[in-house]
C-alpha cells in the first residue's frame, strides 16, 4: 500500500493486491464477487488513515461520536455513511453499530426553495456574496454595525513549524494575561487543545477549555471568558452565536484578546476575530500560522511543499528560522485561501446539482405518497398492483412449470399448503390459478374487517408500508451513486449525463420494488382488529 498524505490519498500496490487476494482466497480481487471484499478493504484503509481521532472523530465512553469541524461540538447520533463509522469503530475497538441508511435528505438550497421568501442575516456573508447571488438569488447589503467597530485585527504572524507558531502564540498569552486582559486562544482540533493546555499548566496559567469533552459547561465557560485575568482556550467559536461580555474594568485594558493558533477559510477566520470588539467594545484580533498547519499542508501545490522542504532542510543545518516575512510567501498563501474557497464553492455547485437527481424524483414520489393518503378507494389500485406484480414475478422468478409455481405461492403468496390442480398446463394457466387463489387470500382477509373504510386503510397501510421502505432503498441509493460518479470523470462522456441516466433506470426499478412490495404486504400481512376497533396490520 502507498499513501499519499499530503493528498489524502492511497491504493494498493501489486504486492498489497496480492497478500489482499491469498488472504481472502480470491482469484481477482477487482472482479465482480468481491466488489465488497474489496469495499471492505479501502473502508479500513480509510478508517486507519484519513479519519483522525481529535480532529474528525472522538471516542466517548466506548462510541465514536463524530466533531463538527466548524463549530467544535459533537454531532451525537450522526453516522458516516456506506460503513465507514463501522470501520472506525473497529479501528478503536469498541462495540459495532448497525449501519444506518439515510431514510430523507434535502439540501439546504433546495430546502430554501420551498419556501415563497428567502432571507438571511450574518456579520461574514459579504464574504461569499456572489454565491449567495448565484445560488440563491439574493443580494448581500451591508448593513452599518449600532456602534463603530474599533477592534484591532493584526496582521498574521507567519512561522515555519507548528512548534515555533505554538510556543510564540503562549508567550503572547503569558504577556496579554499579565496586563489582565481576558485572553480566547483557538485551537485547531481537540488535540492541539490539550496541547496548548498542557503548555500553559506548565507556564503556570490556570484556563478553561471549551472543546467537545466540555460543551456541557459551555454557557459557565463562556460568561466567565470576558472576565479579567481569564483565559479560554477553545476549539472553534465560529457559529456558537454567543456574545462574550466584558468584565469591569476589562475595556481599560483594551478588551478581550483573540488568538487563533491555525490558517482557516477567511470567513471563519472573520468570525473568530468577531468575538472580541462587540458593540463598539474596544478588543483585539492577532493570528498565529505555519506552513505546517492543516489548512496549508493539505491543499499547497507542489513548488510550495519544495518550498517548505527546503526551508526545513535549512533550519535542520543550524539556520535561524522561525518567522518567514518573505512577501511572495504570504501571497502564495493568500492565493492557496482563494483557491480552496473556489474549489469549496465547486463543491457546493456540484451538491445542487446531484441535488437535482433526488429532488425530481423525491416530488413525484411524495405527489404520489399524498395521493394514496388522501384517496378514499384504493381498490384500483390494489388490483393493479396484483397485475403487475403477477407480471413482474413471472419475469423475474422464471416460472416454467408446476414446481416454480408451488414454490412462488408459498414464497409470495401464502404460507398454507397447497395442492395444484392437474389441469395446469401453460403460462397462461398459471397466471389465472394465480389470480383465484389470491382472491382466495384477500376475502379471507376482508372477513376480519369491519367495513369498506377499514379495508381501505388496511390497503392504505400496506402500499404507505411498502412505498417508504423502498425509498429508504431508493435514497441510499442515489447516495451511493454520487461517490460512484467520482470515477466516471475519465469516461469521455459528460458526468452529469451519465449520473441521470442511471438515477432514471434506478427510479423506474424503485417502482417495480414498490409494486413487489406491495404485491407481498397485501398477501402475506397478518391482520386483526385490537380491543379498540383498530386495525392492526403485522408484516412478514
Given at each position: ?5 499530503d493528498d ?6 501489486a504486492?498489497?493486491?496480492?497478500k489482499?487476494e ?8 477487482f ?22 481521532k481529535g480532529?474528525d472523530?472522538?471516542v466517548?465512553?466506548?462510541?465514536v ?9 459533537l454531532?451525537?447520533?450522526v ?9 472506525i ?13 439515510t431514510?430523507a435528505?434535502i439540501?439546504?438550497p433546495a430546502?430554501f426553495?420551498l ?11 459579504k ?17 452599518p454595525?449600532?456602534r ?7 496582521k ?10 505554538l510556543?510564540?502564540a503562549i ?8 496586563t489582565?486582559r ?5 485551537a485547531g ?19 478553561n477549555?471549551l472543546n467537545?469533552?466540555s460543551?456541557?459547561?459551555?454557557a ?5 471568558a470576558?472576565?479579567?485575568g ?6 472553534n467559536?465560529?457559529g456558537r ?13 483594551g478588551g478581550?484578546a483573540?488568538?487563533g ?12 476575530a ?6 463598539g467594545?474596544?478588543?483585539?484580533s ?5 506552513l ?5 499542508s493539505?491543499n499547497?501545490t507542489g513548488?510550495q ?7 526545513m ?13 518573505s512577501p ?12 480552496v ?7 457546493r ?14 416530488k413525484?414520489y411524495?405527489?404520489?405518497?399524498d395521493r394514496v393518503?388522501?384517496k378514499k378507494?384504493l381498490?384500483a389500485?390494489i388490483?393493479?398492483?396484483i ?5 413482474l414475478?413471472f ?6 412449470n408446476?414446481?416454480?409455481l ?7 403468496v401464502?404460507?398454507n ?17 394465480l ?5 382466495k ?7 376480519t ?5 377499514q ?6 397501510q400496506?402500499m404507505?408500508?411498502?412505498m417508504?421502505?423502498?425509498w ?7 447516495s ?11 469516461s ?10 442511471a ?9 417495480d420494488k ?8 397485501l398477501l ?6 385490537n380491543e ?9
Amino acid at each position: 500500500m502507498k499513501f499519499r498524505k499530503d493528498d489524502g490519498v492511497f491504493w494498493l500496490t501489486a504486492h498489497g493486491i496480492e497478500k489482499a487476494e491469498r488472504f481472502f482466497k480470491l482469484k481477482d480481487l477487482f472482479d465482480e464477487q468481491s466488489r465488497a471484499v474489496y469495499r471492505h478493504i479501502v473502508l479500513a484503509m480509510t478508517a486507519h488513515l484519513i479519519m483522525r481521532k481529535g480532529h474528525d472523530y472522538l471516542v466517548v465512553k466506548g462510541k465514536v461520536i463524530l466533531l463538527d469541524e466548524d463549530s467544535g461540538r459533537l454531532k451525537r447520533g450522526v453516522q458516516v455513511s456506506t460503513g465507514l463509522h463501522q470501520a472506525i469503530e473497529a479501528k478503536e475497538k469498541v462495540e459495532l453499530t448497525n449501519i444506518q441508511k439515510t431514510a430523507a435528505s434535502i439540501t439546504f438550497p433546495a430546502l430554501f426553495s420551498l419556501f415563497n421568501k428567502v432571507s438571511g442575516m450574518s456579520g461574514t456573508a459579504k464574504v461569499n456574496e456572489e454565491e449567495f447571488l448565484d445560488i440563491y438569488n439574493l443580494k448581500v447589503t451591508r448593513i452599518p454595525t449600532n456602534r463603530p467597530v474599533i477592534r484591532k485585527d493584526k496582521k498574521p504572524v507567519l512561522f515555519l513549524t507548528t512548534r515555533d507558531k505554538l510556543m510564540a502564540a503562549i508567550d503572547y498569552v503569558v504577556k496579554l494575561h499579565q496586563t489582565g486582559r481576558p485572553v480566547l486562544l483557538v485551537a485547531g482540533s481537540v488535540e492541539n487543545s490539550e496541547i496548548i493546555s498542557e503548555l500553559l499548566l506548565n507556564m503556570g496559567i490556570p484556563h478553561n477549555i471549551l472543546n467537545a469533552y466540555s460543551v456541557a459547561y459551555e454557557a459557565q465557560i463562556v460568561k466567565r471568558a470576558g472576565q479579567k485575568g481569564e483565559v479560554t482556550i477553545a476549539t472553534n467559536m465560529a457559529g456558537r452565536g454567543t456574545d462574550i461580555k466584558l468584565g469591569k474594568g476589562v475595556k481599560e485594558l483594551g478588551g478581550l484578546a483573540v488568538i487563533g493558533t491555525e490558517m482557516l477559510p477567511k470567513r471563519v477566520e472573520l468570525q473568530l476575530a468577531g468575538r472580541a470588539g462587540r458593540q463598539g467594545d474596544p478588543g483585539s484580533s492577532q493570528f498565529f500560522i505555519s506552513l505546517e498547519d492543516d489548512f496549508v499542508s493539505s491543499n499547497n501545490t507542489g513548488r510550495q511543499k519544495k518550498y517548505y522542504r527546503r526551508l526545513m532542510r535549512k533550519k535542520q543545518n543550524g539556520k535561524d528560522l522561525v518567522t518567514l516575512k518573505s512577501p511572495i510567501t504570504k501571497f502564495s498563501l493568500h492565493m492557496l485561501r482563494d483557491r480552496v474557497a473556489a474549489m469549496s464553492a465547486l463543491q457546493r455547485t456540484e451538491t445542487n446539482k446531484e441535488e437535482l437527481i433526488l429532488s425530481l424524483q423525491r416530488k413525484n414520489y411524495y405527489d404520489m405518497r399524498d395521493r394514496v393518503m388522501a384517496k378514499k378507494d384504493l381498490q384500483a389500485d390494489i388490483d393493479q398492483a396484483i397485475d403487475r406484480g403477477i407480471e413482474l414475478y413471472f419475469k423475474k422468478e422464471k416460472i416454467k412449470n408446476k414446481n416454480d409455481l408451488k414454490y412462488f405461492i408459498n414464497e409470495h403468496v401464502t404460507y398454507n399448503k397447497v395442492i395444484l390442480p392437474e389441469d395446469l398446463e401453460n403460462i397462461q394457466d398459471y397466471k389465472k390459478y394465480l389470480h383465484e387463489i389470491i382472491n382466495k387470500v384477500i376475502n379471507q382477509k376482508k372477513k376480519t374487517l369491519i367495513n369498506k373504510e377499514q379495508l381501505n386503510n388496511f390497503y392504505r397501510q400496506i402500499m404507505i408500508a411498502a412505498m417508504d421502505g423502498c425509498w429508504i432503498d431508493e435514497v441510499d441509493k442515489i447516495s451511493k451513486l454520487k461517490i460512484e460518479a467520482h470515477g466516471w470523470t475519465n469516461s469521455g462522456r459528460p458526468q452529469d449525463l451519465l449520473q441521470h441516466q442511471a438515477a432514471f433506470k434506478m427510479y423506474l426499478q424503485f417502482w417495480d420494488k414498490i409494486t413487489l412490495a406491495i404485491f407481498d404486504n397485501l398477501l402475506l400481512s397478518q391482520i386483526n382488529i385490537n380491543e379498540k376497533g383498530q386495525l392492526v396490520v403485522v408484516f412478514n
